[in-house]
C-alpha cells in the first residue's frame, strides 16, 4: 500500500494519523506541503517502518532541496506515477 | 466485487466532505461493491448523536448513516484510538459500528482495493 500526505505535519495531523495506521514495509510519499516533514531527523526517523519518498518538483518548489534530510528518496512525476502502478491500493491522507 | 473503503476523516459540517462521502457511498452501493466505511480522527464526529442543524440553515446528514443498511452498507467501523482522544464512547454514536484498534484498522486498509479519503 502506498500512502500519500501533502500537508505539512505542523498544520494538520494528516501525517500522524498515516503513521498510527501503516503497517511496517509499506511506502509513504510526501508531496506538496507534506514535504516538510522530510525536512526534520526526528520525523524522518519516527517513519523508518515505512519507504519513504518525496516529491523532487515540490521540494524544488519551496527551497528545501537542501534540506531533505540524507536517504529520503526523491521521485518526479514519472517516478510517482509508477509508485502508484506498483502498488496494488493508494490512500491519500487528506 | 471490489473493496471500497471510503476514510471519513473531517468532522460534518465545517466542510463538504462529509456529505460528499456519504453521496459517493450510496453511489457505489448501487453498483453492489463491498463497501466499508471507516471513521478517524474528527471523522467520528459525524456519527455523533443529537446533532441539530436547525440553528446553522444546513441539513442534518447524520440520520443517513442510519439508513445505510437499507443500501446494504453494514460495515462501518470506528477506530477506537479516535474515541477515546474526544471523549467518546460507541454509546454516543447514531449507528451500530465495530470499534477496531489502530492495528486492526491498518490491517483492514491493507486488505482494499480502493481506498477513497474524505
Avoid at chain 1, 505539512?8 to 514535504?35: F, K, N, W, Y
Avoid at chain 2, 453492489?32 to 474528527?42: E, H, P
Avoid at chain 2, 483492514?108 to 474524505?118: G, H, K, N, Y
Wanted: net charge negative; aromatic share 8%; with cysteine.
Amino acid at each position: 500500500m502506498l500512502h500519500i500526505v501533502n500537508k505539512s505535519p505542523a498544520l494538520t495531523r494528516s501525517l500522524e494519523s498515516c503513521v498510527r495506521l501503516s503497517r511496517p514495509g509499506q511506502s509513504l510519499l510526501l508531496i506538496e506541503d507534506g514535504i516538510y516533514a522530510a525536512t526534520s531527523a526526528d520525523t524522518v526517523a519516527s517513519l523508518k517502518h515505512l519507504k519513504l519518498y518525496v516529491l523532487q518538483p515540490d521540494v524544488e518548489a519551496r527551497g528545501m532541496k537542501g534540506r531533505i534530510v540524507e536517504g529520503v528518496a526523491a521521485v518526479d512525476y514519472a517516478g510517482f506515477v509508477d509508485l502508484v502502478a506498483e502498488h496494488s491500493s493508494n490512500q491519500s491522507w487528506l | 466485487m471490489k473493496k471500497f473503503m471510503f476514510v471519513n476523516r473531517k468532522p460534518p459540517y465545517g466542510t463538504i466532505y462529509a456529505l460528499e462521502s456519504l453521496e459517493v457511498v450510496l453511489i457505489t452501493a448501487t453498483f453492489d461493491q463491498d463497501v466499508s466505511l471507516v471513521f478517524l480522527d474528527d471523522g467520528v464526529y459525524e456519527l455523533v448523536k443529537g446533532q441539530d442543524t436547525a440553528g446553522i440553515g444546513i441539513k442534518n446528514h447524520s440520520k443517513t448513516y442510519r439508513a445505510l443498511e437499507g443500501y446494504d452498507v453494514e460495515k462501518l467501523y470506528v477506530e477506537r484510538e479516535s474515541l477515546a482522544a474526544r471523549g467518546l464512547t460507541e454509546d454516543d454514536l447514531i449507528v451500530d459500528v465495530e470499534v477496531l484498534s489502530s492495528a486492526e484498522m491498518a490491517d483492514l486498509m491493507a486488505e482494499q482495493d480502493v481506498v477513497l479519503s474524505f
